[in-house]
Structures are given as C-alpha cells and as structure tokens.
C-alpha cells in the first residue's frame, strides 16, 4: 500500500468555524508533511513531523493546528481562518532521514474559506 | 524554494524529446535533487532523483552539472499524458522538500 489518503477531499468553511483535515498512510513512514498550494503557484512547505514529534514550523499563522496522534495518523486543526486561506492542501510522507527517499503525496483536500 | 527555478512554461511535440531544466545554484552537498509532476492540481507524482550522478529510470533520465549548480528531466519519448506542471525539488537534511518554480509542460499532437 503506497497510498497517501486524505479527507475529505473537499470543505467549505465559515471564518468562525472550527474544522480538521485528516491524512494516513499505512507504509510505515515516520516523517510527515503539510503543504499548502494556491492557484498555479507551487507547494509550499507548512509543517514536518518526524517521528510524530513537529520538526519544522515554516512560520505559519497559528489558526492552523498540527497534530500528529500516531505514526499512521497527521491532523491539521483549522480555526477561525481567512478567506486568502482558501488552497489546496497537500500531505506527505517519507521514510525519515533518507535523502535518497522520495515522498509519496495524497490527493490533497480543496478548502474554501467563505 | 526561490532558490529554485525553472521555466515558467514549455511546449514539446508528441514523440520527441522534453527537456526541462532547473536552476539551484545554491544548493548544498548532502542536497537531493528531485522531480516530480502535478496533473490537473492532484498530489504530485515521483518521478526521479539524484544526488551527483546522472539517473535513468522507466520514466526519464536525469541530468546533473557536475558543479550540482543545475540539473535537466528528460522524457525521452514525450506523449500527451505528459502534459503537466513539473517541479524541481530540493530535499534538505532534516525531512524538508522544498518546491521550486515549475514548468508547465504541454505536448502538442
């Protein structure tokens, strides 16, 4: 099983809403990601969790929330959110600290935020 | 990852070769570089990576300066499938992928 799922694929959220993107992947990887992808611009790297402890924060606003409960498992907590927050939300994973590892995508959830 | 960057756009007949190449001068020693591509905003998609040497896989080859300053995917045999947005990669020690630019590739019949 090389799958990377993410759910739900699709959310429309309120600016006062409280909501969560959910990410798994059962390939044993210990070291997982969120990316965030507007319109024609490229991923950009939100968050790393290695070893479900949180590695790097590329300074993102703190209404987004990480969570890692298990090394299967990789949350994103979404609160009080701004409209230019609307992207398309990406999650990896990798085996940790191999170089010459690549990492397996999912197919991202679709957020807008109205 | 501004430090890397890639045409913003590319067009290549169907069966011939697709050249696209990638600027990271500034990349360190123990950096990976990777490809991937992303079809219709789906999850991007592995294709190669390479450290010094140059790679050949299934999909395409890659090519790395010997400096490390830049590198090219080739496809070697381009058809419309392959029409998408392909993103040189840095990954960095630490579990960090960063994304360069993008081309966007389109193959015309």
């Known amino acids: 099983d090389t799958e990377v799922t993410q759910t739900p694929k699709h959310l429309v959220m309120g600016m006062t809403n409280k909501k969560s993107l959910k990410c798994e992947q059962h390939?044993?990887?210990?070291?997982m990601y969120w990316y965030k992808q507007k319109a024609k611009k490229p991923p950009e790297l939100m968050f790393v969790?290695?070893?479900?402890?949180?590695?790097i924060n590329e300074s993102v606003p703190s209404r987004f929330s990480p969570e890692c409960p298990n090394s299967s498992l990789l949350n994103l907590h979404l609160h009080a959110l701004q409209p230019e927050d609307s992207a398309l939300y990406l999650c990896?994973?990798?085996?940790f600290g191999r170089g010459d590892t690549e990492a397996f995508f999912g197919q991202g959830t679709r957020l807008t935020v109205v | 990852d501004a430090k890397t960057t890639q045409p913003t756009s590319m067009d290549c007949a169907e069966g011939r070769a697709a050249n696209l190449p990638c600027n990271h001068s500034?990349?360190?020693?123990?950096?990976?570089v990777y490809w991937y591509r992303q079809i219709h905003s789906q999850g991007p998609q592995y294709i190669i990576h390479?450290?010094?040497n140059n790679e050949t896989n299934e999909m395409a080859s890659l090519i790395i300066t010997e400096d490390r300053k830049s590198s090219t995917l080739i496809l070697p045999h381009a058809t419309l499938r392959d029409t998408a947005v392909y993103y040189c990669?840095?990954?960095?020690?630490?579990?960090?992928?960063?994304f360069g630019t993008g081309t966007s590739l389109t193959v015309i019949p």
């Open positions: 990896a994973s990798s085996p």
């Open positions: 390939m044993g990887h210990r070291a």
């Open positions: 969790y290695s070893y479900e402890k949180l590695s």
């Open positions: 500034t990349i360190s020693g123990n950096e990976y």
């Open positions: 390479g450290l010094k």
């Open positions: 990669i840095r990954r960095r020690t630490g579990n960090q992928f960063y």
